[in-house]
T-cell receptor, first 118, second 113 residues
């Protein structure tokens, strides 16, 4: 079984400040981990993904995330927030377990709303 | 490449009415998903297709929801009859195989009055 916990439904930062969005996962096997961003009235867009190649993953828009197996975490960070980063962010996990069709089925967290103040 | 297309973008109906949503995935993507996203929550998988076959529909409320992907390309999701609790955004996604990357459409926002 796989699950995702995103700590904090809302995170508020000032423009230029560090962004830290927390994600902890549960998986019975080595996981695939993802961060998605959702802007108002839009679908989800992939920010970055971890697939065991490197523990520090760089994504689009200056975001990165670090996989820490001992902490079962995959927190998302950005050194300097921009107003355009205000959005909903979702962490997702897939433990690679195959459905009967053999395809990828991720589980999503509840999301964290990032608020950026001028 | 063109993204995942969905229509309509918005739909308002009264309870007990029927509604249908349409999705056209990215060309060549064999795997297609329908998700329900209730306000303030993450997407919840309703059904997954591989080509025109159902891979997983364990969370689809089959007494009122149905979905099909007859030719293995575009797909429709239907709700009949709708309930107030069906108010949500319905997202369609397709999978870039071998990369495990999902691409999402803009969603259909359903309001049931």
């Amino acid at each position: 079984a796989q699950s995702v916990t995103q700590l904090g439904s809302h995170v508020s930062v000032s423009e230029g400040a560090l962004v830290l969005l927390r994600c902890n996962y549960s998986s019975s096997v080595p996981p695939y981990l993802f961060w998605y961003v959702q802007y108002p009235n839009q679908g989800l867009q992939l920010l970055l993904k971890y697939t065991s190649a490197a523990t520090l993953v760089k994504g689009i828009n200056g975001f990165e995330a670090e996989f820490k197996k001992s902490e079962t975490s995959f927190h998302l960070t950005k050194p300097s927030a921009h107003m355009s980063d205000a959005a909903e962010y979702f962490c997702a996990v897939s433990d690679g377990n195959r459905s009967r069709g053999g395809s990828y089925i991720p589980t999503f967290g509840r999301g964290t709303s990032l608020i950026v103040h001028p | 490449e063109a993204g995942v297309a969905q229509s309509p973008r918005y739909k308002i109906i009264e309870k007990r009415q029927s509604v249908a949503f349409w999705c056209n995935p990215i060309s060549g993507h064999a795997t297609l998903y329908w998700y329900q996203q209730i306000l303030g929550q993450g997407p919840k998988l309703l059904i997954q297709f591989q080509n025109n076959g159902v891979v997983d529909d364990s969370q689809l409320p089959k007494d009122r929801f149905s979905a099909e992907r007859l030719k293995g390309v575009d797909s429709t999701l239907k709700i009949q009859p709708a309930k107030l609790e069906d108010s949500a955004v319905y997202l369609c996604a397709s999978l870039r195989d071998h990369h495990n990357e999902q691409f999402f459409g803009p969603g259909t926002r359903l309001t049931v009055l």
